[in-house]
């Protein structure tokens, strides 16, 4: 349009006389340089505004990745706040265990301090009732590291080979005598012929030097042969723990086993705190140190292995009746699969009954996993609150909640000695009623 324009101006100036001609090529000149500067004015009016376009753009690409920066910061002091939350969270419920843990310390203590602390105070309250609460009688010897020896055993033990005092699928027990001093004592005789069989009985060596306390059967002295190991050990004549539960002529108490439950739970405290697992505990690996008194030892350390913390350990072996669940389903075992068997044990003394016994092995494994098991009306009528309130803190199937061994020693129905007298002088009424209906 423009152009035209020109070109009519330019015709029309033809028809000017020559003075103004001059005049109008000249305003006409000043009209293009006009258009020529307003050109160059559009052009770099637009690449400023290209420039400036350019630049927002970069300002809004750099505020975005300032946002983002600031939003990924966020994230990771978020993520940050949250684990330090969690630690605090898990600071705040260590805490709590550990003052709820106190408070139960404190009121056993409260309660034991009543009671046992002050044996004047006991005698006045309870006259005519005592318990034998003392440890069993220490071995014949003192406690020694037992290395296997290859000379043969019968130059220094005489070993009576029908006099048979116990066996297993390991091998039997018999009684012998050390020629040299007289001393009684019992040979194990193991039979172990490859190297692989040996092994084993050197760990049961090995793990019985770790262990000195009373509870405990101890070793004496080992022996290897071409094709057994001979452990000479301790020597107790009081039978198993099992041929009193299942003798009909026995009464067996509940303050009776109050006596052998407290004195196992020792054993297995001291293992614990030695970091060695039994994991065989039953009644016939307890032996009576006598048949006139309470006091028991525990036997057989074929199975028993050392807890490591940070290896896990599963085993897939032991007697169904007893076995805890996570060794049926090879998780890890530690401390309280010891005490999932102390529970049924328990359990075997006050009724004579086995928790999860079944028609077979197969239904008695189903049994215990399902953790599925009661407290037999008949059998367990007299028995007290506390004891089965024992045995389920310990029949538990997650083994993260059943009692340690050194809460069991605190428990009251280990513990409290007015619940001891109540039971003794209950045992009494029935023994003179017995007696007046005779």
């Not at 015709?11 to 003075?19: D, R």
């Not at 009193?244 to 052998?260: A, G, P, Q």
């Not at 530690?334 to 086995?354: A, K, N, Q």
Request: glycine share 4%.
């Amino acid at each position: 349009m423009k152009k035209k324009c020109l070109r009519f101006f330019v015709l029309c100036t033809n028809f000017f006389p020559p003075p103004f001609q001059d005049l109008v090529q000249a305003g006409f000149e000043e009209v293009q340089k006009l258009n020529q500067q307003n050109n160059q004015l559009s052009q770099c009016t637009a690449e400023t505004a290209v420039s400036t376009a350019a630049h927002l753009d970069l300002i809004e690409e750099e505020q975005e990745g300032e946002k983002y920066r600031e939003r990924k910061d966020d994230k990771q002091q978020d993520a940050v706040e949250e684990e330090a939350r969690e630690q605090e969270i898990v600071a705040e419920l260590l805490q709590i265990k550990e003052e709820d843990k106190k408070e139960e310390d404190e009121r056993l203590n409260q309660e034991e301090a009543l009671w046992l602390s002050d044996e004047s105070q006991l005698a006045l309250h309870f006259p005519i009732f005592s318990t034998d609460s003392s440890p069993p009688p220490p071995a014949p010897f003192e406690h020694r590291l037992v290395t296997t020896k290859t000379h043969q055993i019968t130059s220094y033990y005489t070993i009576n080979k029908e006099e048979v005092l116990g066996g297993g699928r390991f091998g039997m027990v018999h009684k012998c005598v050390e020629k040299s001093s007289g001393l009684i004592l019992a040979a194990k005789i193991i039979k172990a012929r490859s190297q692989k069989e040996k092994e084993v009985v050197k760990c049961e060596i090995e793990v019985m030097n770790q262990l000195n306390h009373a509870n405990l059967i101890q070793l004496y002295a080992a022996f290897e042969s071409r094709h057994e190991i001979i452990l000479v050990m301790e020597y107790v004549d009081g039978g198993e723990l099992f041929d009193r539960i299942i003798d009909e002529n026995y009464k067996l108490t509940e303050l009776d086993t109050v006596l052998f439950i407290r004195q196992i739970s020792e054993g297995l405290q001291y293992m614990h705190k030695m970091y060695i697992l039994h994991l065989d505990l039953k009644p016939e690996n307890i032996l009576c140190v006598s048949r006139q008194t309470n006091k028991v030892k525990i036997i057989d350390f074929g199975l028993a292995r050392r807890y490591k913390p940070r290896e896990k350990l599963r085993v897939n072996f032991g007697t169904p009746e007893f076995l805890a669940p996570e060794v049926i389903n090879y998780e890890f075992v530690s401390f309280p699969t010891d005490m999932w068997s102390l529970g049924v044990i328990t359990y075997m003394l006050l009724s004579g009954l086995s928790p999860f016994l079944g028609e077979d092995d197969n239904e008695t494994l189903n049994n215990i996993l399902a953790c599925q098991w009661s407290f037999e009306e008949a059998e367990f009528a007299d028995i007290s609150e506390e004891a089965k309130d024992f045995i389920s803190r310990l029949l538990v199937k997650s083994k993260s909640w059943r009692m340690s061994a050194s809460q069991s020693l605190k428990h009251p129905w280990l513990s409290d000695r007015a619940l001891h007298y109540r039971l003794h002088h209950k045992v009494n009424n029935s023994f003179e009623f017995m007696a007046v209906v005779k």
